[in-house]
């Protein structure tokens, strides 16, 4: 299912579906995401597939497993992950839902 938070948020499960959130989204070692994401900053030390917005920094620990799409602000990425996406950096990017941030795209194509 899809979450929508407001707040700083934690997983360690698994979740099929999309992530909103105002805060900052950390996906522990045990963690797996299918889907789609949009928050403030984002540490992944889990595994991850799909889309990724980040306005702020994006950190991916040396056990995550990154397959995807990745747009942020900052980026740091520690030896060891495995990181098999694209990555666009924009730094003043602001915290768009996905289907806003998908008009924007369209326009600017």
Known sequence: GD???QAD???DGELTGNFHSNGKWVIGPAGSV????VC??????????GKIQVTEILSIKAKAT??????????AV?????????CTMKPN??????NHAERAEEKTA
């Open 3 to 5: 979450i929508v938070s």
């Open 9 to 11: 948020f934690r997983l």
């Open 34 to 37: 299918i889907g789609d994401i």
């Open 40 to 49: 403030k900053n984002l540490d992944i030390e889990g595994k991850f597939e």
């Open 66 to 75: 990154i397959l995807g799409e990745v747009v942020c602000g900052k980026l």
């Open 78 to 86: 520690e030896p060891g992950a495995i990181f098999t996406a694209t």
């Open 93 to 98: 990017v602001k915290n768009l839902s996905p």
